[in-house]
């Protein structure tokens, strides 16, 4: 029996077990390194992007991926970052995490909207409002976003994409899909997306998947890894709303994310099989990204920005 668990603690299990932090460091690895090994999300000589914000998510996941392929001598990892340009926010946490990268010998891209697109995010947010445009904050970041990850982890050969995604957020999505009927798009869920095969994009792969927020966050805190925790001033989804309704539900009902994911994962093979091969992915005719439409969302929303009066 270690004392410093009796005396110290700084997490307790759910079966009431308490850890100190030199037990909780080891369960929180081993958690991670058994989702890695359990879904088979890492093969030898991957070379891995984490799409990192400086946020505690995903640099704790750039951290624990590091020591693994450190450990192992067994995959690269590099990290890939997109500047939304959200003034106070954004160029704080990249600061972070440049500093994070230095300090750590990870090689950084970053990618931002302003010179990809001619806009800042703050940018696109004043010209949406004068224009009466009704797209929310995150909609627009979200689409954007996504389209320069997938761009640039493709053009730099990446062939894993890693993403912060902890339970919390898992649990937030598969909600979000069964109270919008979406339930076709939790096929896309689960802790490894998509397929090698496809070179249409990278292979995403979640190794924080069964992690609370609340053991990210003391692992993070613990190992020094995220030295300012801030907010995005935006924050205009539906899972924010999501978010709190389930934070408050789990207070009441401690277990209820756990088991809303694990239960989850029981019949993601089925919706799976069910929704195979259903989409067929096109180029787009603007800018030759893949699309399942002619036009991808992203030349759609620029069109959208840049025309009306
Ligand atoms: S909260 Fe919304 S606007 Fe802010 S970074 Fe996230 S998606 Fe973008
Ligand atoms: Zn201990
Ligand atoms: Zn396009």
Sequence with gaps: ????????????????????????????????FRTIAKYSLLEKGDKIAVAASGGKDSTTLLYILKKFCKERRFCKVEALAIDEGIKGYRDKSLSDLKKFCKKNKIKLHVFSFKK????????????????????NSCYICGILRRYLINKYARKLKFTKLATGHNLDDEAQTIIMNQFKGNVALSANLGPKTGTSEDESFAQRIKPLYLCTEKENMIYSFIH?????????????????????????????????KNSIVKSFLEFLPLLKKKYKDKKTLKKCKKCKEPSSKDTCKTCELLAILKNKK
């Design 224 to 256: 020094n890894i995220v030295p300012h925790y801030t907010e995005c001033p935006y924050q205009e989804s539906y899972r924010f709303t999501i978010r709190d309704f389930l934070n408050k539900f789990e207070a009441k009902n401690p277990g209820i």
């Design 1 to 32: 029996m270690c004392k410093k668990c009796e005396s110290n603690p700084v997490y307790i299990l759910d079966n009431g077990k308490k850890l100190c932090n030199s037990h909780f460091t080891r369960y929180y690895e081993k958690k991670v």
């Design 116 to 135: 990809e697109f001619g806009f800042s995010l703050d940018e696109i947010l004043i010209k949406a409002r004068k224009k009466k445009i009704k797209l």
